[in-house]
T-cell receptor, first 114, second 112 residues
Framework: DSGVTQTPKHLITATGQRVTLRCSPRSGDLSVYWYQQSLDQGLQFLIQ???????AKGNILERFSAQQFPDLHSELNLSSLELGDSALYFCASSVDNRANYGYTFGSGTRLTVV | EDQVTQSPEALRLQEGESSSLNCSYT??????LFWYRQDPGKGPEFLFT???AGEEKEKERLKATLTKKESFLHITAPKPEDSATYLCAVQAITSGTYKYIFGTGTRLKVLA
């Protein structure tokens, strides 16, 4: 157990729907990062939050949004889902806002859009 | 364009057969280079961070090195339990914003 908790582990939904993925960072970590991993593209950075504020943005679609709450857990909202959104979504956390000591990853949420 | 390229894509070794994985990068404002191990269906597990050319880090059978253009992950006398995908990532800063770029990984299979 890495200490980063992601729920749910698996999610199957239909095109056009909206889902919410949840992440609780490792105790003491203030930064949360979201990544998408698909077979053909590897790990793609989506977005980072540090202590409740957005810090960095990567290749995140406008249909996707995220937030970090006062208790530091984070949610990634995916809407108007398309078949191509099927992927593993990972959350990672770090103690600082630069991941100078690397990330701790959760075990991921596997999203299947049918 | 910032890019991280890992080679080979896949590697099969016999137990005890040492080898190296390569991670080459073209980024501006490099702040750090990371190596991770990922087992199937699991999240990546942090191995090393390297910050400057010439730096080396070791952990059990793994040794990571960094030059100005690339990093190597040397695996000495690998065992079957070292089978995994090894990911390289760079952290860079552009206009005050940090970004993180992962390579697509090297799938390592160690045969008993």
């Amino acid at each position: 157990d890495s200490g980063v908790t992601q729920t749910p582990k698996h999610l199957i939904t239909a095109t056009g729907q909206r889902v919410t993925l949840r992440c609780s960072p490792r105790s003491g970590d203030l930064s949360v990062y979201w990544y998408q991993q698909s077979l053909d593209q590897g790990l793609q950075f989506l977005i980072q939050y540090y202590n409740g504020e957005e810090r960095a943005k990567g290749n995140i679609l406008e249909r996707f949004s995220a937030q970090q709450f006062p208790d530091l857990h984070s949610e990634l909202n995916l809407s108007s889902l398309e078949l191509g959104d099927s992927a593993l979504y990972f959350c990672a956390s770090s103690v600082d806002n630069r991941a100078n000591y690397g990330y701790t990853f959760g075990s991921g949420t596997r999203l299947t859009v049918v | 364009e910032d890019q991280v390229t890992q080679s080979p894509e896949a590697l099969r070794l016999q137990e005890g057969e040492s080898s190296s994985l390569n991670c080459s990068y073209t980024v501006s404002g490099l702040r750090g280079l990371f190596w991770y191990r990922q087992d199937p269906g699991k999240g990546p597990e942090f191995l090393f961070t390297l910050y400057s050319a010439g730096e080396e880090k070791e952990k059990e059978r793994l040794k990571a090195t960094l030059t100005k253009k690339e990093s190597f992950l040397h695996i000495t006398a690998p065992k079957p339990e070292d089978s995994a995908t090894y990911l390289c990532a760079v952290q860079a800063i552009t206009s005050g914003t940090y970004k993180y770029i992962f390579g697509t990984g090297t799938r390592l299979k160690v045969l008993a």
